[in-house]
């Protein structure tokens, strides 16, 4: 088998965990490799709903070893929290299949008080998650970040935790009036989480190029979407990790040349929450209608916050493929087209007279461009039943089709419906 990369095309959402979930036992390892528990994903398996936040979604499957990768940023009580909600519902979580990089960054309580600070202050209004995210990416950058490693040495997590609590604490008292956080409790919360983690906490790095060297195989899960990576997507409303297809190397630790395929996941509309640009945003009673049709809905799974809807915005997919070197694109939740009248698909912009074919990097055009339409027919009736693509209305056919055409990409799998048999393969994956 390839090692194949598995990207959201939008601004998340996209249902990675689901394709993730069913394309896994083709693999040895699943590896997640950039962002926190910010992200979520869902799977369902019958009538279960699992959401994970930060173990990738390959543990529903036994025998798969699970890699948390340097590039992800982790809360421990939040990940300790999420193995043990596991095991209780009898999913297997041992030293044996799952693995913690040394290199992850830790969150600490600080750095979440500082995303709301921010969130809240003068600075401007992203929209996170205010789980400390970005801060902690910024103590990484800044040199100052504290490692999963560190937890396995009190000299020096007391090093680090003392020197980054003087600056900060100058800050939250000086600057915002604030309490200081106090060292000893921290410190001792975090000695703990060092030990119940201390057997899952290895050089990953070397595991998977090991791995790799025995001919196994494996799948970078991504997080988040492509519109949200810190360097390609709609900045500053991005999260603060590489979510495209080069993050799944610098965040594992596994050479470029070892990457077969990169798929790209992309939602049959769009969605994103937070704020910041949506040229394609629905605000009526449709983004009601579609934000609550289906089992499941449109709202996060790690905050519960409604996502703004809209129509596809193939502008913005088109940079995705190009900046990910997508392959292979899958396509998910058609079904939920199901429930509106009629279809629109956003095939370019217009700003200041001119076609705009990929989407740009300068904030004007999106605040400024009009999306231009095609309206399609859209169709009545459940097709999460439907197994094979000449079986769909032929207006969902069409839409696909249409799709196809503009981006120069054969859908290979198509979604319709949560469940995990609820898809349509027209062509093989790898």
Same mark, same amino acid.
């Given at each position: 088998?390839?090692?194949?990369?598995?990207?959201?095309?939008q601004?998340?959402d996209?249902?990675?965990?689901?394709?993730?979930?069913?394309?896994?036992?083709?693999?040895?390892?699943?590896?997640?490799?950039?962002?926190?528990?910010? #992200?979520?994903?869902?799977?369902?398996?019958?009538?279960?709903?699992?959401?994970?936040?930060?173990?990738?979604?390959?543990?529903?499957?036994?025998?798969?070893?699970? $890699?948390?990768?340097?590039?992800?940023?982790?809360d421990?009580?939040?990940?300790?929290?999420?193995m043990?909600?596991?095991?209780?519902?009898?999913?297997?979580?041992?030293?044996?299949?799952?693995?913690?990089?040394?290199?992850?960054?830790?969150?600490?309580?600080?750095?979440?008080?500082?995303?709301?600070?921010?969130?809240?202050?003068?600075?401007?209004?992203?929209?996170?998650?205010r789980r400390?995210?970005?801060?902690?990416?910024m103590?990484?950058?800044?040199?100052?970040?504290?490692?999963?490693?560190?937890?396995?040495?009190?000299?020096?997590?007391?090093?680090?935790?003392?020197?980054?609590l003087?600056?900060?604490?100058?800050?939250?008292?000086?600057?915002?009036?604030?309490?200081?956080?106090?060292?000893?409790s921290?410190?001792?919360?975090?000695?703990?989480?060092?030990?119940?983690?201390?057997?899952?906490?290895?050089?990953?790095?070397?595991?998977?190029?090991?791995?790799?060297?025995?001919?196994?195989?494996?799948l970078f899960?991504?997080?988040?979407?492509?519109?949200?990576?810190?360097?390609?997507?709609?900045?500053?409303?991005?999260?603060?990790?590489? #979510?495209?297809?080069?993050?799944?190397?610098?965040?594992?630790?596994?050479?470029?040349?070892?990457?077969?395929?990169?798929v790209?996941?992309?939602k049959?509309?769009?969605?994103?929450?937070?704020?910041?640009?949506?040229?394609?945003? $629905?605000?009526?009673?449709?983004?009601?209608?579609?934000?609550?049709?289906?089992?499941?809905?449109?709202?996060?799974?790690?905050?519960?916050?409604?996502?703004?809807?809209?129509?596809?915005?193939?502008?913005?997919?088109?940079?995705?493929?190009?900046?990910?070197g997508?392959?292979?694109?899958?396509?998910?939740?058609?079904?939920?087209?199901?429930?509106?009248?009629?279809?629109?698909?956003?095939?370019?912009?217009?700003?200041?007279?001119?076609?705009?074919?990929?989407?740009?990097?300068e904030?004007?055009?999106?605040?400024?461009?009009v999306?231009?339409?095609?309206?399609?027919?859209?169709?009545?009736g459940?097709?999460?039943?439907?197994?094979?693509?000449?079986?769909?209305?032929?207006?969902?056919?069409?839409?696909?089709?249409?799709?196809?055409?503009?981006l120069?990409?054969?859908?290979?799998?198509?979604?319709?419906?949560?469940?995990?048999?609820?898809?349509?393969?027209?062509?093989?994956?790898?």
């Amino acid at each position: 088998m390839p090692n194949v990369v598995v990207i959201g095309t939008q601004w998340g959402d996209e249902g990675k965990g689901k394709i993730i979930d069913i394309i896994t036992p083709y693999f040895d390892f699943v590896v997640r490799f950039q962002g926190g528990n910010n #992200a979520g994903h869902t799977v369902i398996i019958g009538k279960e709903t699992f959401t994970l936040h930060l173990i990738p979604s390959g543990i529903l499957h036994p025998g798969k070893e699970l $890699i948390i990768g340097n590039g992800v940023v982790i809360d421990p009580p939040a990940l300790i929290a999420e193995m043990e909600g596991l095991r209780k519902r009898g999913i297997e979580v041992n030293p044996d299949n799952l693995h913690i990089s040394k290199g992850a960054h830790v969150i600490f309580p600080y750095h979440k008080l500082s995303e709301k600070i921010r969130e809240e202050g003068s600075i401007g209004r992203i929209g996170t998650t205010r789980r400390g995210i970005g801060p902690c990416y910024m103590d990484k950058a800044a040199r100052v970040g504290v490692r999963m490693v560190d937890l396995l040495y009190p000299e020096v997590l007391e090093r680090k935790l003392k020197r980054n609590l003087e600056e900060i604490n100058l800050i939250f008292t000086k600057i915002y009036g604030g309490e200081p956080i106090e060292f000893s409790s921290l410190y001792e919360n975090y000695l703990n989480y060092g030990k119940l983690l201390s057997p899952y906490i290895k050089d990953t790095y070397l595991l998977l190029n090991r791995a790799l060297e025995q001919k196994k195989s494996i799948l970078f899960e991504g997080a988040q979407g492509t519109l949200l990576d810190v360097d390609f997507g709609t900045y500053p409303y991005v999260t603060s990790s590489n #979510a495209s297809a080069g993050g799944a190397c610098t965040g594992s630790g596994v050479g470029p040349i070892h990457i077969d395929s990169v798929v790209g996941i992309m939602k049959a509309y769009t969605t994103r929450v937070g704020e910041g640009p949506f040229p394609t945003e $629905i605000k009526d009673e449709l983004a009601d209608r579609l934000r609550n049709a289906g089992p499941i809905g449109e709202y996060g799974r790690s905050t519960g916050r409604p996502r703004r809807c809209g129509w596809l915005d193939l502008v913005a997919v088109k940079k995705s493929i190009m900046v990910n070197g997508i392959n292979k694109l899958i396509l998910t939740r058609l079904d939920i087209l199901g429930y509106v009248d009629k279809i629109k698909v956003c095939t370019h912009y217009l700003w200041k007279g001119k076609k705009i074919e990929f989407l740009s990097e300068e904030i004007n055009l999106w605040k400024e461009a009009v999306p231009v339409y095609e309206e399609m027919e859209s169709w009545e009736g459940d097709i999460s039943r439907v197994k094979k693509f000449e079986e769909l209305p032929i207006q969902a056919q069409k839409y696909v089709e249409r799709i196809e055409k503009e981006l120069g990409r054969k859908i290979s799998l198509i979604s319709v419906g949560p469940g995990r048999e609820e898809v349509i393969q027209r062509e093989p994956i790898f």
